[in-house]
């Protein structure tokens, strides 16, 4: 792998959420000081916007450490197209709440109970719903129900709302959400990072699992770098990540323009970043940037439930952010092959200049073997994709 090759403890540029590489930007700052202020009103909703990548979901991982769960009692919920009945019994089990059945009734008063019992022990409560582009308005009205529960003249929960730049738009303009918007006490739009700031982010995630300057990265590549990737973190570590796997490969200590070249080439070839820095999944306009069409609360006549992927007008923002989750998945895992690749030509050299091979033979073994399960995965992966753009569907969940 190339983290064992460069000597790091870990892989800093992974696709999933991590506080522990959390690096604050001007934005983040900036979203930070809304939260700050938001949370500290203790009610209503605070609405964080931003796009794909941006991220949203490690600025709220981050938040989390920082709360006294003495004070504080979170529940978290990431939305998928819920109605408002669904919305309500995802947000008692969010909370730990057990409700027998699909009654609504029974949801709503052993939320409200849970909150009662909160607040006789000091807590306050806050329920954070990710991907907020996905609900109905029902749901966003039932959320809105939520925050009036109070004990005598305090609230009793607040609401974090995170979506994409389509759900500001939704929000501000939807003429049945005038009494949630009234509610809205703090709100900031997630941008990408400035291009100052690309390098300090790519060095802050190495320096968090112990590089010590291996490998360098040529002085110009941070430009194009920006570029590629407009400022967008999780596309960031998606090329950076693609950059060492080449380094290791290849075994250089220096990160340079042609070698970025070469990964951008690779990738637009593999549909999954084009070259030059226009958005980077499958095409234009698609899972890279917000969708031009309409969203499923904001449409009163929108699509229809089965539209073909390539029809990019129609594509709902649910299915652009399902994609993308696909296309992060492919490529883990292919970064995982090709890590193991680099593995596997490595234990090769050591078991050729070795005089005891028995130890270096079973090491192979089980690499060819996750070789195997790698390829297997991917060609996974790769067969849903494909399945969902020659039929329309939507995609299947990735095993």
């Known amino acids: 792998m190339f983290d064992n090759y460069y000597s790091l403890t870990g892989r800093p540029f ?56 003495e004070r504080l009692t979170v529940g978290q919920v990431v939305t998928s197209n819920l109605d408002g009945k669904e919305l309500v019994h995802i947000a008692a089990s969010s909370f730990g709440l057990q409700v027998d059945g699909h009654d609504k009734a029974a949801a709503l008063g052993a939320i409200e109970g849970f909150l009662h019992a909160e607040a006789r022990e000091g807590r306050r ?13 029902e749901a966003l009205e039932e959320l809105r129900m939520l925050s009036n529960f ?28 005038e009494q949630l918007r009234q509610r809205v006490i703090a709100t900031h739009h997630l941008e990408a990072m400035e291009q100052a700031e690309l390098q300090p982010y790519i060095e802050h995630r190495l320096h968090c699992v112990g590089w010590q300057g291996n490998p360098r990265f040529a002085p110009g590549i941070f430009g194009d770098l ?17 950059l060492l796997l080449l380094g290791a490969v ?66 709902s923002g649910g299915e652009q952010h399902r994609l993308e989750e696909m296309l992060a998945h492919r490529d883990a895992q292919i970064a995982e092959l090709q890590q193991a690749v680099v593995e596997l030509a490595q ?15 079973r090491e192979m073994e089980m690499m060819q073997a996750r070789l195997e399960e790698q390829e297997r995965t ?22």
């Open 250 to 315: 290849e075994q250089s200590e220096l990160i340079d323009e042609a070698m970025l070249a070469s990964v951008l080439t690779e990738m637009a070839r593999d549909n999954a970043a084009p070259a030059n820095g226009k958005p980077h999944a499958v095409t234009q306009g698609f899972a890279g940037q917000s969708a031009a069409g309409p969203v499923k609360h904001a449409a009163q006549c929108a699509a229809s439930d089965h539209v073909m992927p390539h029809d990019m007008d129609a594509v």
């Open 378 to 399: 991917v060609r996974h992966v790769l067969t849903m994709l494909i399945e969902w753009i020659e039929s329309g569907e939507k995609p299947r969940a990735a095993a």
């Open 347 to 361: 234990i090769e050299r050591r078991r050729q200049n070795a005089p005891d091979l028995s130890d270096l033979n």
């Open 125 to 137: 409560c806050l329920l954070v719903v990710d991907e907020s582009q996905n609900l109905s308005v």
């Open 226 to 242: 920006y570029d590629a990737t407009d400022g967008i973190p999780r596309r960031v570590n998606q090329i950076v990540t693609r």
């Open 150 to 177: 109070q004990l005598g003249a305090h609230p009793l929960l607040q609401v974090l709302l995170l979506g994409q730049p389509e759900f500001k738009t939704v929000l501000a303009g939807h003429q049945s959400l």
């Open 14 to 69: 992974q696709l999933t959420p991590d506080p522990a590489f959390y690096f604050e930007s001007a934005t983040h700052r900036k979203a930070l000081s809304y939260l700050g202020y938001g949370m500290a009103q203790a009610e209503g909703f605070i609405v964080i916007t931003g796009e794909v990548g941006a991220g949203k979901s490690t600025l709220v991982a981050h938040l989390m450490k920082k709360i006294d769960p």
